[in-house]
């Protein structure tokens, strides 16, 4: 995970992770919470999120926290690494109801005392006495959707707030006590130019934020977006802009001291996202709620989408959760109500995500370590496709360490895909 949690001492995340329950104890997890609940959808976006169901947010509530419960009992209580309250939009939810969450977790399972814990927010959701409120609760990150601060790319997203509210919302978490926090924003955006995402980024950067994650417009299909833009009413993005925007912002953040660690994200020195280092380095996850997606002893599982359906397949669950199994298996994970699928992930797959998500952390991959945690000489096995990718260079190697040229960033999926061969 992040800083302190992958640079734990004794937590056996240099071991293999194994498909026993026990083995968590040692490991820890990391808890995602999915919320589906937007006040208003972005034409964007294509996540598990639904807006006019706000009467079901009581019960799926009641579901969630049954559900947490239930996994603890399942999973034997292990420790929590982070958690992240995703969606969605979590600030949406009722005041109060993130902590009623992290307390259930806390007693369901055992929060560290040093975990980190984000909760995602849209700026219009974060007046004074809210984010008073957040810190309360026993939230220590926020990561604020701030998409762009230019209004007519606001209106074009859907956006629920204007650039002087995203800028007020960050001053007003950081005045109530929030000193880590990450800011998002969305380049390669129709009708966006460089000149746009110039003046947005300078003044992001100015505000000195935490941390600053970029991501890339992507237009997903059955969005009101790919609609618009099959239909010519929303030019196409131009990915060649695009990666002007991006290499614009590598030199800015980096000349502001800002710490490049993952191809999306940057970070001052220490605040990298400790939960989403979890993912990069394949440590065991928990997601709850509808949609959410766990990796835990060996197999890829995913809840249901549905809400309504999630909160029913809750109930008739939770009532029926025995002892602790000794391992995660399919026949187990069948009788998991909320699950809606799952996949082994054998070592073939283990081994190739070792090598793909461990690539996309900047500082490199230690194949030596890495091949510890796979229980195979990963050095070995991807031989040709290292020494291929280092000739060609798309990587560099110091020592056992591997890591992305930085001409292979914009690339970096072809560069993965290797790794699948």
Not at 307 to 321: M, S
Request: proline share 6%.
């Amino acid at each position: 995970m992040p800083a302190g949690f992958g640079d734990r001492t004794g937590t056996g995340s240099e071991a293999r992770p194994s498909s026993s329950v026990a083995a968590l104890q040692d490991t820890g997890i990391s808890l995602y919470v999915h919320v589906p609940f937007c006040q208003t959808k972005c034409p964007y976006c294509d996540f598990n999120t639904y807006q006019g169901i706000e009467g079901l947010m009581t019960p799926y509530l009641d579901a969630l926290l049954a559900e947490i419960y239930a996994w603890g009992r399942a999973l034997g209580h292990p420790p929590i690494n982070t958690i992240f309250f995703g969606g969605g939009t979590p600030s949406y939810l009722p005041d109060g109801a993130l902590g009623r969450i992290i307390e259930a977790a806390g007693r369901a399972f055992s929060i560290r005392g040093d975990a980190e814990v984000t909760a995602e927010a849209n700026p219009g959701d974060l007046a004074p006495a809210r984010a008073d409120s957040l810190l309360s609760q026993g939230l220590n990150r926020l990561s604020i959707g701030v998409q762009s601060l230019d209004n007519d790319l606001l209106n074009l997203l859907g956006r629920r707030h204007d650039a002087d509210q995203a800028i007020a919302a960050f001053r007003t978490v950081h005045d109530a006590g929030f000193d880590n926090v990450n800011l998002d924003l969305i380049y390669g955006l129709p009708r966006q130019t460089l000149s746009q995402w110039q003046d947005t980024l300078d003044r992001l950067a100015a505000l000195e934020p935490a941390h600053i994650s970029l991501y890339c417009l992507t237009v997903e299909e059955g969005t009101p977006l790919h609609r618009w833009v099959e239909r010519g009413e929303v030019p196409y993005p131009d990915p060649d802009l695009a990666a002007d925007m991006y290499q614009y912002a590598r030199g800015l953040l980096g000349s502001k001291g800002y710490h490049h660690y993952e191809i999306s994200n940057w970070s001052r020195p220490g605040l990298a996202s400790r939960h989403n280092l979890a993912y990069w380095r394949n440590l065991p996850y928990l997601g709850v709620g509808p949609g959410a997606h766990s990796c835990l002893g060996g197999y890829r599982f995913w809840v249901l989408d549905s809400p309504r359906g999630y909160i029913e397949a809750v109930q008739r669950w939770t009532d029926e959760v025995a002892a602790s199994p000794s391992e995660i298996t399919a026949d187990w994970l069948d009788t998991v109500g909320p699950v809606g699928g799952h996949e082994q992930i054998d070592d073939n797959l283990a081994a190739a995500e070792t090598m793909f998500l461990g690539l996309r952390l900047l500082d490199g991959l230690d194949v030596a370590e890495a091949s510890v945690q796979a229980g195979v000489d990963l050095a070995d096995r991807y031989r040709r496709q290292l020494d291929d990718l280092v000739e060609l260079g798309l990587l560099e190697r110091e020592d056992t360490v591997y890591r992305l040229h930085p001409s292979a960033y914009l690339i970096a999926n072809q560069v993965f895909e290797r790794f699948l061969d």
